[in-house]
């Protein structure tokens, strides 16, 4: 069960309102890589593992700490979109990344211009479960495999993409207060990050993941003969230079070679005759009837 203190893990407030950051701040939010996509995934990979305990008990310590990385998100949405979205924001607009773009516009009208509709409309003024730009969040951002090594490797992607999108929306802002909590969030994408990579080297010290993942599918049914080869498939061979393309491969079971110039292997593709009753076009016209 989960039992939810009172209190956030961080402050969540900003100096001012500013309800065209709140749209911005919404990727973090709802977004691909955002803080509900990251909850979801880590909470679904901790509930389905089945490996040894202290894997599911990381998984869920962060899985459960993310979601009060939505509420403190969500808490500072909120808060920069109260009041009026017009006359009790003008100093927010005119610091705005939107006003000095648009330059010469009114106050009034980069603000309407640049928020979101849905935050007022919708939401009466708080945070929705969507991107920057309002799409809805949905479940096909999580990944939870069943194979620890397989989500690991996905969850260092997501708190890398996650970590550099609010470095991002750090450099968006002049508020201490938002940069305040996006410090907190920063620092604890680096520890995510280093935990994963952490938990990556375990499982395979503990012998029970190595590369290729999964590890546990025979080698041997793969087809051998091109498992080691670097194929240049673009123009130019400086990908020749990487450790990638040539020596030892990194799972210490074979030597990369690298393929300068890759032939094709297999036939040229032809379809048999469309089935008439999904009424394709044919390979040919019917013969005229006499």
Not at 162 to 169: A, D, I, K
Request: hydrophobic share 35%.
């Amino acid at each position: 069960m989960f039992l939810r203190q009172n209190r956030l893990q961080y402050h969540a407030k900003p100096e001012r309102p500013d309800p065209v950051y709140a749209k911005q701040l919404q990727e973090v939010l709802g977004g691909q890589w955002g803080e509900i996509s990251v909850m979801m995934t880590y909470l679904f990979q901790g509930w389905n593992c089945r490996g040894p305990e202290k894997y599911r008990d990381m998984i869920m310590d962060i899985g459960t700490e993310e979601i009060g990385h939505v509420e403190m998100l969500a808490t500072m949405i909120a808060r920069l979109l109260e009041t009026s979205p017009v006359e009790a924001q003008e100093e927010a607009a005119r610091d705005s990344v939107l006003g000095a773009v648009m330059g010469g516009a009114r106050v009034e009208d980069a603000i309407i211009a640049g928020m979101n509709p849905q935050h007022m409309i919708v939401a009466g003024l708080g945070a929705t479960p969507t991107d920057s730009v309002g799409y809805p969040w949905t479940s096909r951002y999580t990944v939870a495999s069943g194979n620890l090594l397989a989500d690991f490797r996905f969850n260092v992607t997501a708190e890398s993409q996650g970590r550099l999108q609010v470095s991002r929306l750090y450099q968006m802002t002049e508020d201490k207060g938002v940069r305040d909590m996006l410090s907190f969030l920063l620092a604890r994408d680096t520890m995510h990050q280093n935990q994963w990579l952490a938990a990556i080297k375990e499982l395979e010290e503990d012998g029970l993941e190595s590369t290729p993942c999964p590890s546990n599918f025979p080698q041997e049914r793969e087809l051998g003969e091109v498992a080691y080869k670097f194929m240049n498939f673009s123009e130019g061979v400086e990908s020749r230079d990487g450790s990638w393309a040539d020596g030892p491969s990194v799972d210490g079971r074979g030597t990369i070679e690298y393929v300068e110039k890759p032939t094709a292997m297999g036939d040229v593709p032809k379809l048999n005759e469309v089935d008439p009753r999904v009424h394709g076009t044919p390979k040919k016209p019917k013969p005229a009837v006499a």
